[in-house]
């Protein structure tokens, strides 16, 4: 007769040889969350940080599969550029056992918000002038932060059965912000705050209306929502103070609302803004924030969910090398750097180009990549770019839901199409961008491959 003793370790033995479904799971996700508020002191995009804001997030995704990790991150802060973007990733990770290309991280844009770009700041430090730029303390702090929150996400992933993908359209929140003349040329510029009731009486103009969603279930609980909108996410700024701005409120509203973690991308929203139903006033940040978070739930509420299965999941990275603007000048850049007469903003600017510059010459590509979900396909895109790649990319595969995040590495600025180049406008000064009209061919030819057009 078998001891009860030796029956018990015979039953523990095989209950425990059987995998969980959490163990079978083709699919699971882990979601993180970091505070990434810059110190009082702290330099944001256009002035110090001079009193306490609101806090500003780093929310991010690691989908874990059979495969290495794939990582996605969106940051409350304008632009993470350069090298600034390789050494985030890079440290992500070595954090999760994964590698750089499988990690894409994106800022939000808001413009009350730090920047970061390490080959800036290698610059700037041969000038006497380390920390004009971002707080790199701050910076290292939260590069190191963000790791360690990325890898113990992964000890806690939860296994998805399910997806859902919905969309609906943001009602009077986008217009394009480049009205054009009778002559094709820009004719107005209807920035963030327009307060010439003519600008902003034009139409909406070319935009993306839908907002995207995708939600990861677990039988029929709700483990978290990504959502994509295109649009400059600012409805006032300047304040000495770190915030969110529009779209992290509507993020924060959701969140409450479903109770799991919502993670936001911005889209190509280069030439998009909330002009035309923005003309300065405070209480219109409430407002954009209502209509931004109602889409989001519309978009929720039209879910259709499916499986998932061991063929549900995909990532696929396409390298480029952009071409870059005529303006870029080394020498002159250089000049301008040294010269201790100039201001230091516009020697943060010349430190920027010249980081770019030289790292595109030493060979250095950016990474445009691809999440598949099922049907659903999220580009992952640089610099702010025009809201036509997201409108077009959607027209090549129209059998599949195809949604896009830019904002990705925010060394080239604004990335206009080939004709806009010609139409004059701020977006693609000399001031704002530093592509190439030769980009358009370039992005869009990783964008077919990506999506299987050719």
């Known amino acids: 007769m078998m001891r009860p003793r030796f029956l018990i370790l015979v039953m523990l033995l095989t209950f425990s040889a059987v995998p969980s479904l959490a163990d079978e799971a083709p699919l699971k996700v882990a979601p993180f969350t970091v505070d990434v508020t810059p110190p009082i002191g702290a330099p944001l995009a256009y002035n110090p940080m001079e009193r306490a804001g609101n806090s500003l997030w780093l929310k991010g995704m690691v989908f874990v599969t059979d495969e290495k990790p794939v990582v996605v991150v969106a940051v409350d802060w304008i632009g993470i550029g350069g090298e600034g973007n390789t050494r985030f990733r890079e440290a992500i990770a070595r954090a999760v056992g994964t590698t750089t290309e499988r990690v894409t991280v994106h800022a939000l844009h808001q413009h009350d918000a730090p920047r970061l770009d390490w080959g800036v700041e290698e610059i700037l430090a041969g000038q006497g002038l380390s920390g004009k730029m971002f707080d790199v303390a701050f910076a290292r702090e939260v590069m190191q932060k963000t790791a360690a929150a990325a890898k113990a996400a992964v000890d806690k992933a939860q296994p998805v059965t399910h997806i859902g993908l919905g969309q609906a359209k943001v009602e009077k929140v986008a217009s394009n912000r480049r009205i054009l003349g009778p002559d094709g040329k820009v004719k107005h510029m209807r920035f963030t705050a327009t307060k010439d009731p003519k600008i902003r009486a034009f139409p909406d103009g070319t935009i993306d209306p839908l907002l995207k969603s995708i939600s ?38 959701r969140e409450d609302a479903l109770e799991v973690p919502h993670i936001h991308f911005n889209g190509a929203g280069g030439n998009i803004g909330a002009g035309k139903y923005n003309d300065g006033a405070h209480d219109n940040r409430l407002r954009l924030a209502g209509r931004l978070a109602n889409g989001m739930q519309r978009a929720f509420e039209a879910t259709e969910k499916f499986p998932v299965t061991d063929e549900t999941f995909g990532w696929e990275t396409v390298p480029v090398s952009l071409p870059l603007a005529d303006h870029l000048d080394e020498e002159k850049l250089r000049a301008t750097v040294t010269d201790e007469s100039a201001k230091p903003a516009a020697r943060v600017a010349a430190a920027h180009d010249l980081s770019m510059l030289q790292r595109t010459r030493a060979g250095a590509t950016i990474d445009i990549a691809c999440l598949t979900l099922g049907k659903a396909r999220v580009l992952h895109m640089p610099g702010e770019l025009f809201v036509e790649y997201q409108l077009n990319a959607a027209k090549l595969r129209p059998d599949l839901f195809v949604a896009m995040a830019a904002y990705g590495d925010y060394s080239p600025g604004y990335i206009g199409t080939e004709e806009a180049y010609g139409q004059g406008g701020y977006e693609t000064s000399p001031r704002a961008s530093n592509t190439a009209p030769e980009v358009e061919g370039v992005l869009m030819g990783a964008v077919r491959k990506l999506l299987g057009v050719e």
């Open 216 to 253: 990861f279930y677990d039988g029929d609980k709700l483990l978290s929502v990504i959502t994509y909108y295109a649009t400059h996410p600012q409805s006032y700024y300047r304040t000495g103070a770190a915030d969110t701005d529009f779209p992290g409120m509507s993020r924060i509203l």
